[in-house]
């Protein structure tokens, strides 16, 4: 996964380095930072998949500004029939930073096309993986919780991938978006002191499927990246969210993921080649929210068969 967290990382950065040291600098004030993530992937009426991922400090409450958030954004994109100016104005708060990845419906993570192929290279990554931190480690890893988490649950997860009972569409995206999460995590603490950033996910199989693995992913994907970048990031406190999954019960930060949840479920149903919108009430945040670089950061992810992998920003116009 380190090409994609490099990939990905350089990508965010050169594509909109001027608006994020601008946003950066308007809020510099604040040490407590939060990431809220959603996602539409695998509907087969949509032409993209998309995982957006909205920044935001830590301003008093979080369940204070759920609140004012919930006033603006009173349900998730697919139950509204309409998006408001008050909606629009939301999207556009000068607090929120919303970095978004639309990928192509069909993709290769584990760089093999034919199924088959892809859970050998599976079982080979996560054998490997086994190997490295079941060795002798250094540093902060040595008998870490962390390292015990993923370890136990590796061992789970690895009869399912030989057998082939492991969904692998699933396992892609368990292995992707905590890599995404820790790349914006990155971009924080470039621009900013930061003393604790969260990530706050949409509930999500993503998040919860074998055993939470994506959080164990997370923090290992952010400590390469810290040692890629050669700096200590010991002062920044990694926090997550993980409430119980209880069908039809609110979680407190269910407004705040409707950020995030209307960027994406926009892009899903944007075709990017013919320059057409699917769903005629994602028209607003596409003509008047998105093309914002100053709010707005669109990356284009391509993971082909043999490691072929491409993230590139791209600019929207708006429309007249």
Known sequence: MEHILARARASVRAFSLPYLQAYFER????SNWVIVSDYSIGSKDQPNDVAAFT?????????ALDRVVGACLPGDLKHVKGVSD???DCLRCDLFYTFAFVMPRKRYLFSQEKPEAEAAALLTAVRSTLEYYEGPLQGDLQNSELVKALVRKLRLLEPRVRNRSANLKLLRDISLIPSLAASIVSIVQEFTAAAEVGWLSDRDSIVRAYDELAFELFVLSHSWLAEQRERDCKNTQLVFANPPDVKGKRIWYDSLVR???YV???LANYDLIGDSITRLKVERIITECLHDRR????HKLDLGPGEKLSCRGFDFHKKM
Do not use: E, Q, T, W
């Open 27 to 30: 809020l510099h004030g604040f």
């Open 55 to 63: 920044v935001m400090p830590r301003v008093g409450s979080l369940a």
């Open 86 to 88: 008050l909606a629009i």
């Open 259 to 261: 950020i995030p949840d």
């Open 264 to 266: 994406a479920g926009a």
């Open 295 to 298: 709010h707005f950061a669109m």
